[in-house]
């Protein structure tokens, strides 16, 4: 019995001071817009012997969202403290008229009790009228137009600089990767395309019949020191015979036949051997070739 007359006194005692505490709450603007911030000021006169919490963060002001939140630090007069606290809230929901209330919350020994505001109101504002589901085409305020209108297109820049930016990637990493067998490549093929335009020209000479036999072994020789000198990066066009024979050993396999077709350009007369000298440069050609692409395959 006694157990239950204590319970009774706590109940009364909470009772009465809840009664003391009314906290006030309201909307510091008579309309809302959509995603609009808009302050609900919240205000407490109490007893300075009490213990009062207001909302934080953590609070659910559904369907509201909280956005921040500004308080003014407690001030006590006398036997009465004051707080007060404005809370910027956004709303997403699109009744014509919305409500709030929030609580204060009263600290006893173990537990609180929430005592809240009187529910206040505020409009929200429409941002567009309301529109019929169907409209009749004769009511529609429309203009037919068929006529083709020509629209420009907008250069993408960023897309071009990306691309360009991955494009000078692409070929930084190829040439760092496969720069060098690239560079074989081109080269190999730069030396076959040379060499069959070698031959074919010199087949072209050996086959002419009405050209004297001097100018003939003249133009035959020039073509095998120009091709040579590009192959071997050699000055074979501006030496003689003599001094190719001089400056370069490996010149001596066809030293013969040099000689033989020097002897045709000055005398004017046919060698009978001058077939076999044009032979003889013909494979020295192919041999120095051949040497020349497997130093660039394995260089």
Same mark, same amino acid.
């Given at each position: 019995?006694?157990?239950?007359?204590?319970?009774?006194?706590?109940?009364?005692?909470?009772?009465?001071?809840?009664?003391?505490?009314?906290?006030? &709450?309201? !909307?510091?603007? *008579? #309309?809302?817009?959509?995603?609009? @911030?808009?302050?609900?000021?919240? =205000?407490?006169? +109490?007893? %300075?012997?009490?213990?009062?919490?207001?909302?934080?963060?953590?609070?659910?002001?559904?369907?509201?969202?909280?956005?921040?939140?500004?308080?003014?630090?407690?001030?006590?007069? &006398?036997? !009465?403290?004051? *707080? #007060?606290?404005?809370?910027?809230? @956004?709303?997403?929901?699109?009744? =014509?008229?919305? +409500?709030? %209330?929030?609580?204060?919350?009263?600290?006893?020994?173990?537990?609180?009790?929430?005592?809240?505001?009187?529910?206040?109101?505020?409009?929200?504002?429409?941002?567009?009228?309301?529109?019929?589901?169907?409209?009749?085409?004769?009511?529609?305020?429309?203009?037919?137009?068929?006529?083709?209108?020509?629209?420009?297109?907008?250069?993408?820049?960023?897309?071009?600089?990306?691309?360009?930016?991955?494009?000078?990637?692409?070929?930084?990493?190829?040439?760092?990767?496969?720069?060098?067998?690239?560079?074989?490549?081109?080269?190999?093929?730069?030396?076959?395309?040379?060499?069959?335009?070698?031959?074919?020209?010199?087949?072209?000479?050996?086959?002419?019949?009405?050209?004297?036999?001097?100018?003939?072994?003249?133009?035959?020789?020039?073509?095998?020191?120009?091709?040579?000198?590009?192959?071997?990066?050699?000055?074979?066009?501006?030496?003689?015979?003599?001094?190719?024979?001089?400056?370069?050993?490996?010149?001596?396999?066809?030293?013969?036949?040099?000689?033989?077709?020097?002897?045709?350009?000055?005398?004017?007369?046919?060698?009978?051997?001058?077939?076999?000298?044009?032979?003889?440069?013909?494979?020295?050609?192919?041999?120095?070739?051949?040497?020349?692409?497997?130093?660039?395959?394995?260089?």
């Amino acid at each position: 019995m006694r157990r239950y007359l204590i319970v009774l006194l706590l109940t009364i005692f909470s009772a009465g001071h809840a009664q003391e505490i009314k906290p006030k &709450g309201q !909307f510091l603007a *008579d #309309s809302i817009k959509i995603g609009e @911030s808009v302050g609900f000021a919240l =205000s407490l006169r +109490y007893s %300075k012997d009490l213990d009062i919490l207001f909302p934080d963060s953590l609070y659910n002001f559904s369907p509201y969202e909280l956005e921040r939140k500004t308080f003014e630090p407690t001030k006590t007069v &006398g036997d !009465f403290s004051y *707080d #007060s606290a404005v809370y910027y809230i @956004s709303s997403f929901e699109i009744d =014509s008229v919305q +409500y709030l %209330k929030l609580p204060v919350f009263v600290l006893h020994d173990k537990d609180s009790s929430a005592i809240y505001t009187k529910e206040d109101s505020v409009i929200f504002k429409h941002l567009v009228a309301e529109i019929p589901d169907s409209v009749s085409a004769e009511a529609a305020p429309l203009k037919e137009n068929t006529n083709y209108i020509n629209v420009p297109l907008q250069f993408n820049y960023p897309y071009f600089i990306i691309g360009l930016i991955l494009f000078v990637i692409i070929v930084v990493v190829v040439i760092v990767v496969f720069g060098g067998r690239i560079k074989k490549y081109f080269i190999l093929k730069k030396l076959k395309k040379n060499h069959e335009k070698f031959i074919s020209r010199l087949n072209q000479l050996k086959t002419r019949q009405n050209q004297p036999i001097g100018q003939l072994a003249e133009s035959i020789l020039l073509v095998w020191k120009k091709y040579m000198e590009k192959l071997e990066n050699r000055p074979y066009t501006k030496l003689t015979t003599k001094e190719v024979l001089t400056r370069y050993e490996n010149v001596g396999d066809v030293a013969d036949s040099l000689k033989g077709i020097d002897r045709t350009i000055y005398s004017g007369k046919l060698d009978s051997y001058l077939e076999d000298h044009y032979t003889n440069l013909e494979r020295f050609a192919v041999k120095h070739y051949q040497q020349k692409v497997e130093e660039v395959k394995h260089g």
